[in-house]
């Protein structure tokens, strides 16, 4: 009989317990605290993204899988798990409507606040892919006029109609990233909007960054907010999570742990991606798995004062940042306890 792989997982990763173990050895481990121990004789390794999977790591274990639950890989050292023949996995897309839940929600409320409406605001989407085309769909479906920076589809896509940057960066009201973290390449993100893109912003206009922490020159960012050059800021990923800047923090409209993504069904779909990983890798019946006790997401039409009043039902972004704001140093406590989230869209 074919030994059963060993696999070590993030003991938070939701829906997960007791659905690998009749095929496999699981041992469940406090993410951030997974260490090379733990893995001198795992076969694979099922995260998320408070587990730096790089050489340090994974050096001399017999690791040949790393699935992460998550749509973002910047904890994985791609190149180095290249070189060593591990394959990694992710859950691309999965939390696509999650984050769109949460972009409209702070839309939404930044609306509430300054009084107005979406047909009178240019809405740009830095970043178009699985989750920033949705934002851009969903605010041409609301309103707003939307224009789109990705220049890695703009080669693709010459006549897509996407601007550069600079040329984007101007002419709108409200900024909101989606773009992944890379260092490399024509287009590296890493500390993308720095003081530069403050500039070129148009005066007074607003950011939200749902993406990941280090595009952000947070330094940058406080002092344009100081100056008025930015109006408001929605942050929801971080530098340095969990020991995030207070004084940025602070000038933040709305602020959040990272749990933009954090809905019921956006985990299922993530925990659901690395479960059939694992059974493809290994030849186990789980192609099809979903957990039983999480409805998918049925996407409906709704328009922007539907989506206003029906929002507060499924998510308070304002409670939540009040819970932040309040407990800084919870951020880590408060993320790995959120309450997951019924998606509406």
């Given at each position: ?20 173990e ?14 090379r121990?733990?893995l ?14 790089d ?9 040949g ?11 994985i ?16 897309g999965?939390?696509?409507?999650g984050?769109?839940?949460y972009?409209?929600?702070?839309l ?8 107005w ?7 740009g ?20 006029r ?8 703009a ?18 009201d ?21 003081a530069?893109?403050f500039s070129?912003m148009?005066?007074?206009?607003v ?21 008025g ?9 971080w ?14 409209t ?8 954090y ?12 479960v ?16 039983a006790?999480?409805?998918p ?14 929002m507060?039902?499924y ?31």
């Open positions: 009989m074919e030994a059963k792989p060993r696999i070590v997982a993030d003991c938070d990763i939701p829906f997960l317990r007791g659905v690998l009749p095929f496999a050895q699981v041992r469940y481990v406090e993410g951030s605290r997974i260490a121990a733990d001198a004789d795992a076969d694979a390794l099922v995260v998320r993204t408070r587990t730096r999977c050489e340090a790591l994974l050096e001399g274990t017999p690791v899988l790393i699935a992460t639950a998550t749509i973002g890989y910047d904890h050292d791609a190149a180095y798990c290249a070189r060593r023949g591990i394959e990694v996995v992710t859950a691309q999965c939390n696509a409507r984050v769109l839940q972009v409209s929600a702070a939404y409320e930044l609306a509430r606040r300054d009084a409406r979406p047909e009178r605001v240019t809405l989407v830095v970043g178009a892919g699985n989750v920033g085309s949705l934002v851009a769909e969903y605010g041409r479906r609301f309103g707003f939307v224009l789109c920076c990705d220049p890695p589809k080669e693709l896509d010459p006549q897509g109609g996407y601007l550069p940057l600079d040329e984007l960066l101007p002419r709108c409200i900024v909101t990233c989606h773009v992944p973290l890379t260092v490399e390449g024509p287009c590296p993100t890493l500390r993308m909007a720095s530069g893109f070129a148009k005066p007074g206009a950011f939200v960054n749902s993406s990941r922490g280090k595009i952000v020159c947070d330094e940058a960012l406080c002092e344009a907010l100081d100056d050059r930015v109006s408001r800021a929605v942050i929801d990923t530098n340095g999570e969990p020991q995030i800047d207070r004084r940025l923090l602070a000038l933040s709305l602020a959040t742990p990272h749990i933009a993504g809905s019921i069904q956006g985990k299922a779909a993530g925990t659901a991606a690395v059939r990983a694992v059974g493809r890798r290994y030849r186990l019946p789980l192609d099809d798995w979903y957990p006790a999480v409805s997401t049925r996407p409906v039409p709704i328009g922007w004062d539907e989506m206003g009043r029906t507060p039902r998510f308070d972004i304002v409670a939540e940042s009040e819970r932040l704001k309040s407990r800084p140093q919870d951020f880590e406590s408060i993320r790995n306890r959120y309450d997951y989230r019924t998606e509406f869209f």
